[in-house]
């Protein structure tokens, strides 16, 4: 079972990975069959618990990317790229790969900041003048300055990839396999 966990996980992060860098997509016609077959395959080896544990690793994915999507900073496909990977990997996995996962697009994030000059710039003064706003009036009011580029889009199933394969090798290492079982 952790074999096939391990096979099916890393083939959908890497093809998933592959087209969020190619059309910064995420497409359905990955991410609803490994919803389900996280469902299936829990359900078949482990009943009415196995089905207890893909639905809390769902739920939990689901939930954890969902906030970021309605602040409009993530895509759908990153959402159900991750409700996918907690129907693999059940409640305690999938909070430890959300967890990396937030590592992983940030340590992305500032690297992408690090190699554009303009953009990191831009934002470092969106960054000021927030600050400077703050402290003259009390007030959070984030108001980006304008910028002839626009800012780069992050391709955030590279960073759900990254951090997912890190917890089930932390887990791995931990335990001696992919998951705690039901």
């Known amino acids: 079972m952790n074999l096939l966990i391990s096979i099916v996980l890393a083939v959908a992060l890497l093809i998933a990975s592959i087209t969020d860098i190619r059309s910064q997509r995420i497409y359905n016609w990955l991410t609803f069959p490994v919803i389900l077959a996280g469902f299936v395959t829990h359900t078949a080896f482990g009943g009415f618990e196995g089905l207890r544990f893909a639905a809390g690793g769902f739920a939990l994915g689901l939930i954890a990317m969902i906030i970021p999507y309605l602040f409009g900073v993530m895509g759908?496909?990153?959402?159900?790229?991750?409700?996918?990977?907690?129907?693999?990997?059940?409640?305690?996995?999938?909070?430890?790969?959300?967890?990396?996962?937030?590592?992983?697009g940030g340590v992305y994030a500032l690297g992408v900041l690090a190699f554009d000059r303009k953009v990191f710039k831009a934002v470092m003064g969106n960054i000021v003048n927030t600050f400077t706003v703050f402290m003259a009036t009390r007030k959070f009011n984030f108001a980006p300055t304008h910028t002839e580029k626009a800012l780069p889009r992050l391709c955030y199933g590279v960073a759900i990839a990254v951090g997912t394969f890190t917890a089930m090798a932390v887990h791995a290492w931990q335990t001696g396999s992919v998951h705690g079982g039901y």
């Open 76 to 104: 759908a496909g990153d959402v159900k790229l991750m409700a996918g990977v907690g129907a693999w990997l059940g409640v305690s996995s999938t909070m430890t790969a959300f967890l990396f996962t937030c590592i992983a």
